[in-house]
């Protein structure tokens, strides 16, 4: 303990004699170390002024790409799922479409049908996973759940069911056809 | 009342108190933009499109009164001259 308030002492009194011993350049540079700290009611009132303005284009911002995204309408090519006509049941696959960037989630049920989603959960876009014990999707942000064969929500905060992606078996072959965005409006 | 050892004069304290007043309002106000926008992206994912253009408008609603209360709601104390605002000494008022 004494050791303690020894070196409070130490610490103390060097950053006095610092204090001291940059005094005569102050003057010229007059750099006031206990008044940088303060911040002045105008300065945070402006503040808090640019962080409504943040706010407000934040919220326009996203708004507007909500409602750009609704309205452009996709065209969706064919792709196979490479590997899926290997996939057992009761097991999950993941794979790209429509593009590089979309991730998307292929399911075999154990019955054996395919069933494929976005990858991104519809509450904050976490990415879901398949639960073979449940077999269900669930989320591991937020613990939500959908269900493996409709994308349906089972439980947790997301608002609606899984993007759908369409799949079809062609000799064999898993291929994806198409992408569909399940539950919400549709922008007027 | 007593303040570092001096008086303050009664502009003072209604000056203070206004001041507080105006931050606190404006701290307010950015906590419920902050849950405007909370609220926005949650129906944007949601792709719930009808409520948004309402949350926007509340979100420039909130943002026009942080505004004026910045740029208008002031003390009484200071008066507006042609150069902006300026304090006045107490035999003014």
């Known amino acids: 303990m004494k050791k303690l308030n020894q070196t409070i002492e130490r610490v103390l009194k060097d950053e006095d004699d610092v204090r001291t011993a940059t005094a005569p350049y102050q003057a010229e540079f007059p750099y006031e170390r206990d008044e940088e700290a ?34 452009s309408s996709e065209s969706f090519t064919t792709a196979q799922i490479a590997g899926a006509e290997m996939l057992a049941p009761n097991s999950s696959l993941n794979f790209n479409y429509p593009s590089e960037r979309d991730s998307a989630i292929l399911i075999r049920t154990a019955d054996g049908a395919y069933h494929a989603y976005g990858q991104k959960c519809t509450h904050l876009s976490c990415p879901v996973y398949y639960s073979r014990d449940h077999q269900r999707l669930e989320c591991p942000c937020h613990e939500g759940a959908f269900d493996a064969a409709t994308g349906n929500v089972l439980y947790g905060p997301p608002p609606r069911a899984l993007d759908t992606i369409q799949v079809e078996v062609r000799d064999g072959q898993v291929w994806a056809v198409g992408r569909k965005t399940s539950g919400g409006e549709h922008a007027s | 009342m007593q303040a570092n050892g001096k008086s303050e004069r009664p502009s003072e304290r209604h000056h203070a108190a206004v001041w507080q007043a105006r931050l606190i309002m404006l701290v307010m106000i950015n906590i419920a933009q902050l849950w405007i926008l909370a609220a926005t992206v949650d129906a944007a994912l949601a792709r719930h499109y009808a409520v948004l253009v309402p949350l926007v408008i509340a979100s420039g609603v909130c943002f026009l009164i942080t505004l004026s209360i910045i740029r208008w709601w002031r003390p009484i104390s200071r008066r507006k001259t042609s150069t902006g605002y300026v304090r006045t000494s107490l035999k003014d008022q």
């Open chain 1, 38 to 71: 303060q911040v002045t009611r105008r300065e945070f009132c402006n503040f808090l002024g640019l962080t409504s303005a943040a706010l407000f284009l934040g919220a326009g911002g996203f708004a507007a790409k909500a409602a750009l995204d609704a309205r």
